[in-house]
C-alpha cells in the first residue's frame, strides 16, 4: 500500500472509543506540526482481517463511498491510513456529542417524551442524508444500517448519519458482507429479511422505525432473544403511533405509518419527498434543544461504530 500514508505521521490517539469485531475506533488529532489542527475519529481494521481480500477491499470500499458523500448531515471523510502493521484506518470527521441511542435511553430513564418537533428535526437532517446518498453520481449508495446508533447529535445540535461499513454500492455490490448486526434486526425492512435487496425503500423504513420509537418512547419490538426479534421483524404489525400518544400533531401517525409500510412499493417514494413531508412538524428551537439534550445523555461517543 505505497500511495497510502502512515497514520502516526498525520495523526495521534488520543483514547479509544469502540471495540467492535472488525475493527477498533479511536479518538484523535492531527499532530501539533500538521494543519489545520483538528479532533478525528480513526477507524482502524483488526489484525484478524489483514490477510482478508474481501474484508480489505470491503474496508476499503467503505473508504471510496463516504468520501463521495460530502454533506452537512453525514460525518465527513479525511482520508484513508495504514499504521506501522499495515491496518488500514478510516479518519473521518470527530463529532462533540453522542448518539441517538444514548439520547433515548437517557429520555426514557427520566421518563421525559420526546418532543415532536425535535423528532421531526432528527428525521428530517437524516433523510437528507440518505437523499444524498441514494443521488451518488457514480452509483446509489444505500445505507442498510439506519439506526439510533448511527445517528449522531453534536452538543451543538448538529444531526449526522455516520457508518457507511454497511452501505451497498450499486457498482461493487458483491464486495459487501452477508448479515446483520446482532441488535438491528427492528430496524432491518421486511423485504431484507426475504433477502431482496436492499433500496430506498429499505432505508426511508428504518428511518420511520427510528422515528417511531422516539415518538413512541419505548422499543418497537419487545424480544427476549435474536431469534424472537428476528421472527418479530418479519411478521408483526407496527401499530400506529395515534394509539400511543394523543398529542400528535394531524398527519405524523400516518406519515411514519407510509414510511413503515412493510409493503415497500407503499412507502414513500423517496427520502427527499419524506423530509418534506416531516419538515412540516419541525420547529426552529430544535437545534439548541437537541444540543442540550446531546449534552445531557452524557458521554462523548465517536461518528463511527466499529
Known sequence: MPNIPLLSERYEITATVARGGM???????TLPD????REVAIKRMLPSFRNNERFVAMFEE????????????IASFHELCRDEAGMLCIVMEWVDGVDLSRMLLSARDLGRPVSVG?????????????????????????????TPANILVS???DVKLTDFGLSRAMDRMTLTLPGVVVGKMAYVAPELIGASRASPSSDIYS????LWEMLAGRRLFQARSELELFMLAGRSVIPPLDELRSDLPQGLAGLVAEM???NPHERIATAQVAAERLQPFSVAESRQALGRWAEEAGELTAPTRA
Open 23 to 29: 475493527a477498533h475506533v479511536f479518538r484523535g488529532a
Open 260 to 262: 413503515t409500510h412493510r
Open 155 to 157: 452538543r451543538s445540535g
Open 34 to 37: 500538521v494543519t489545520p489542527r
Open 207 to 210: 428511518l420511520g422505525v427510528v
Open 62 to 73: 467503505e473508504a471510496r463511498v463516504i468520501a463521495d458523500l460530502q454533506h452537512e448531515h
Open 118 to 146: 425535535d423528532a421531526a428535526h432528527v428525521g428530517c437532517a437524516v433523510l437528507r442524508a440518505l437523499w444524498a446518498a441514494h443521488q451518488r453520481p457514480k452509483a446509489p449508495v444505500f445505507h442498510r444500517d439506519v
